[in-house]
């Protein structure tokens, strides 16, 4: 095991002996709140996942996406109402309250202030999509929790699907092509694919791994948004924006679906495992190649589809 990965696991040596874990919620702009507070609070909800409790939350929000400002007090009052959770006035003093935190916000701009004090707390968390609206401060964050010695992971729910999971676990040997669709709602704020494209490409990497060399923005027939990556090996993936969430993975073995979602169980039940080993399901390094792809994305489609070098979308941001 890696000393990095060591010293976060003996970080939460004190959390695999608790019976509940207190879990603190950063961010109440989004409907992940209240569906995996159900999945952890509630033994009767279908995807129950034992093992902690949502105890309490930090609104937040942000006065210039409608769909944060104008969802945060509904569900911050779900929260208190229908689960007892308790709102703080500060990040700092939610995390004197909990052992865990999910950081939700839906807008990735603050998502690198909002984890400073949680860091800093020593607060093992995971980071709902997108990680940060920048691939430098993605970089940052995973720098900051190496620093700290704090477990941080960020993850699509979209990655543990069944079907993806399967490939992803060697069910047709190497990969050497995928395709990924799933919408790809637009926010002026963030890069194009790091809104709701994100899961599209999250599944595309679950099926193909780290590697991607180059990436090229164009369209497809139908003027939907289509990238193409080429991996070492002579492997590729695609992304298209479609309505729905679905893709196809080749490989030695054969075929096979990928890409659709299962819901947010699956993730739950990953994430809940994360608090209590302290081991992330998902590496930074593929976290943060995930994010220089759409980056990449987005650099192409300002130079009229040509193609861009991920190593040199990491490079600039590594400055």
């Known amino acids: 095991m890696k000393p990095y990965l060591l010293l976060t696991s003996l970080l939460c040596a004190s959390l695999l002996n608790a019976a509940d874990l207190r879990i603190g919620i950063i961010g109440c702009d ?29 609104k937040g929000g942000s006065k210039d996406i409608e769909s944060s400002w104008s969802r945060v007090e509904g569900y911050a009052k779900t929260l208190q109402e229908k689960y007892g959770v308790k709102m703080y006035d500060t990040i700092e003093d939610l995390c004197q ?18 984890v400073r004090p949680v860091l800093k ?25 190496k620093q700290a010695g704090v477990p941080v992971f960020s993850s699509s ?7 993806t999971q399967a490939v992803r676990n060697g069910s047709l040997g190497r990969v050497h092509y995928a395709e990924t669709y799933g919408p790809c709602s637009i926010e002026p704020t963030h890069p194009d694919l790091f809104w709701y494209g994100i899961h599209g490409v999250e599944s595309l990497f679950t099926a193909l791994g780290t590697g991607c060399e180059t990436v090229q923005r164009g369209k497809t027939a139908e003027g939907a948004i289509e990238v193409v990556g080429t991996w070492t090996g002579n492997r590729k993936g695609i992304y298209r924006e479609e309505k729905n969430f679905r893709g196809l993975a080749k490989g030695e073995k054969g075929e096979a679906p990928v890409g659709g979602f299962d819901g947010y169980g699956p993730l739950v039940a990953e994430i809940m495992k994360f608090f ?44």
Not at 127 to 137: E, G
């Open 121 to 145: 707390a020593k607060k093992i968390v995971y980071i709902d999509k997108p990680m940060a609206a920048s691939l430098r401060d993605v970089l940052e964050i995973f720098r900051l929790a």
């Open 97 to 114: 309250n909990v052992d865990a935190v999910l950081l939700e916000s839906v807008d990735g701009r603050p998502h690198l202030d909002q």
């Open 276 to 319: 209590k080993t302290g081991i992330p399901p998902v590496s930074p390094e593929e976290t943060i190649e995930i994010f220089a792809f759409m980056e990449a994305a987005d650099e192409s489609k300002a130079k009229d589809g040509a193609p861009v070098q991920i190593a040199d979308v990491l490079r600039k941001n590594l400055k």
């Open 157 to 163: 729910g979209l990655r543990f699907g069944k079907n």
């Open 30 to 58: 989004t409907s992940h709140v209240t569906a995996f507070t159900e999945s952890i609070n509630n033994p009767e909800a279908k995807f129950y996942v034992p093992g902690g409790k949502v105890v309490g939350a930090f």
